[in-house]
């Protein structure tokens, strides 16, 4: 019998550059250079094994509905998304980074109802009802970092690595709401009916992640 057909969907961009030596030390190459090719589905060393390169915020849904079986794409995404529709059962430990509210540096406490201004409005409803606080929500897509100081917004959350982009704006990390990395996520259909191929490259890919960090 040959071995289920697998399509792996992986978030373009930096994340790629970091997820694609993990993959390569799990036995699985992309046929052509993705960094340079229009293409969105690659052919990879495996007859079995296409590779999908989307956007990050894409591969949640990909993987939900089954187009993909498994993807890679960033815990941020995932919370955002909501993670009950697959599972994640590998921590690829590429792409780390923090999901932080952000303030003014300086600012004094908040008012009752703070504006908060993010792309990640899901994670910012949960995290602010969680602490008891009433905010409004301003959904933005990038340049988050000007929402405060040109008076759209009192806060914001998002993504800090160095912090550099934050300070450069004039704002502070505040609260801590995830540790974020690039997770391997699986349809949970496919999981149950690609089962061994699945396990053989999450198996592969967790030896992967062991010994770049041993
Ligand atoms: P930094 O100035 O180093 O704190 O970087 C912050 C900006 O880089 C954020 O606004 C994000 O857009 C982006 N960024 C940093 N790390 C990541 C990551 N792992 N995944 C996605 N975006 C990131």
Do not use: W
């Not at 008076?151 to 801590?176: C, F, M, S």
């Amino acid at each position: 019998m040959s071995a289920a057909n697998i399509v792996i969907a992986l978030t373009k961009g930096r994340i790629l550059e970091e997820t694609l030596p993990l993959f390569e030390q799990a036995g699985i190459v992309p046929g052509e250079d993705v960094f340079t090719s229009r293409k969105l589905l690659f052919d990879t060393n495996l007859d079995n094994v296409k590779l999908m390169i989307i956007r990050g915020s894409d591969v949640p849904t990909y993987v939900e509905f089954g187009s993909a079986d498994m993807g890679v794409a960033g815990k941020d995404l995932i919370l955002e998304y909501g993670d009950e529709g697959f599972y994640e059962p590998l921590d690829l430990k590429i792409a780390t980074c923090r999901l932080m509210t952000a303030e003014p540096i300086g600012a004094k406490p908040a008012r009752d109802r703070i504006k908060v201004a993010t792309k990640f409005t899901n994670i910012a409803k949960k995290f602010f009802a969680e602490q008891g606080k009433q905010i409004e929500l301003i959904k933005l897509n990038g340049a988050l970092e000007l929402a405060p100081s040109l008076g759209l917004a009192d806060a914001i959350v998002d993504i800090v690595d160095t912090g550099k982009t934050l300070t450069a704006n004039g704002l502070e990390p505040k609260d801590l709401i995830a540790e974020v990395s690039s997770r391997v996520i699986v349809n949970k259909a496919a999981m149950k009916i690609k089962n061994a191929v699945i396990r053989d490259i999450l198996g592969k890919l967790r030896k992967a992640v062991e010994n770049k960090h041993s």
